[in-house]
């Protein structure tokens, strides 16, 4: 149901901005080349999806002692979202601030997932290189996250071609016959380049896989990045999710590379007619006034719980909820009891988690009154309930 619903959902943010949508795969079209190669040609490093094979998958050891106490530390997390992974920071309305770092730590969260829009900053064309003024600004963010304590879970987020999905505005195509060598390609260079980097640093190698990522080209393109981020990060603890938008219904299809040092997550937005009231990206548009929490919305927002937590336990990683929340067109009251219901019920069966978003339209702050909204911030962090 969660998926059906979410695979609805209208390329987000083109929708939202009313802004022109350009069609992914156009350019492919004029070059129609194959993932086996690129327009320059199999000499140029990182040209060829075959440079990285997949670590084999399907027969995953269990999780090691590092993947364990890196998800641990995890606990109570929230995501910096609508920042670094708008088309160019600050499309969205919100920026990475030091303030902001500040008031993440200080308010007691423990860890932060930090979604990045790699796929538009780098090059069309093999060595697909980033921009290196991105990367020293994503660098300075880490660093300032790490430097206050906080876990950090770095991700890619939104290369929408990946998935098959239309650009969203600000956004240039690439060709369709290199999105997936590309995708491995930006992993190696992130890896790369955060190779020095402590325990305190997971990567996540892609939020919510869905669309032309079904379960099959999934699990052969995460183990390929895998294979690249294993080149220089021999350890490092990397995160993977389901399809279907990491909706735990997709677990049984995934299969984890063979690796200890993994930690799997998925998303929980049931109920999705709840908490995506009145969103602007899902198509039609959700009714709004719908309150929360009901038994049956309970047993919706935990069903996929109870979905994780045995399989996590069969396959033997731990698991986290990347993301939950509800947006602020929902009732407050209804956004307050749906967090404590998600906290209490993740932790009972000993998720940690990250809560959607910081700063913006599910934001737990205010960013223009620089404060947090009281409330919101007391469902996920303030004293359990009486
Ligand atoms: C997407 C956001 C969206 C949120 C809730 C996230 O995974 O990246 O754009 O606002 O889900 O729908």
Known sequence: MSFRVRSQRAPARA???????????????????????????????????????????????????????????????????????????????????????????????????????????????????????????????????????????????????????????????????????????????????FRAHGTGLLFELYNEPHGRLDSTAWNVLAARALGAVRRTNPTRVVVIGPTSWNWAGALSALKLPNDAHLVATIHNYAPFAFTHQGAEWVSPRLPTGVTCCDPAQVAEMTGPLKVARPWADAVGYPIFVGEFGAYSTAPTASRVAFNRHMRDSMEVLGMPWHYWEFAAGFGVYDPVARTFRAELLASLLGPPAP
């Open 15 to 193: 929708v939202a901005l009313g802004a022109a949508v350009v069609a992914a795969g156009t350019l492919a079209a004029i070059v129609g080349c194959t993932d086996s190669g690129s327009p320059a040609g199999p000499s140029t490093p990182g040209a060829s999806i075959h440079e990285y094979p997949p670590v084999p998958f399907g027969s995953p050891p269990g999780a090691s002692a590092l993947a364990r106490s890196a998800a641990a530390a995890l606990g109570r997390g929230v995501n910096l979202g609508n920042m670094l992974e708008a088309p160019t920071e600050g499309a969205w309305g919100v920026t990475v601030t030091p303030d902001i770092i500040d008031q993440v730590a200080a308010a007691g969260f423990q860890s932060v997932r930090l979604p990045v829009r790699w796929s538009n900053h780098a090059e069309a064309n093999a060595p697909f290189t980033i921009d290196p003024a991105f990367l020293a600004r994503v660098d300075t963010v880490v660093d300032a996250l790490l430097g206050r304590g906080l876990t950090v879970v770095l991700n890619m987020h939104h290369y929408r071609q990946l998935d098959g999905d239309a650009l969203d505005y600000g956004e240039v195509a690439v060709p369709t016959g290199v999105v997936d060598v590309r995708f491995v390609r930006l992993w190696e260079q992130v890896a790369t380049h």
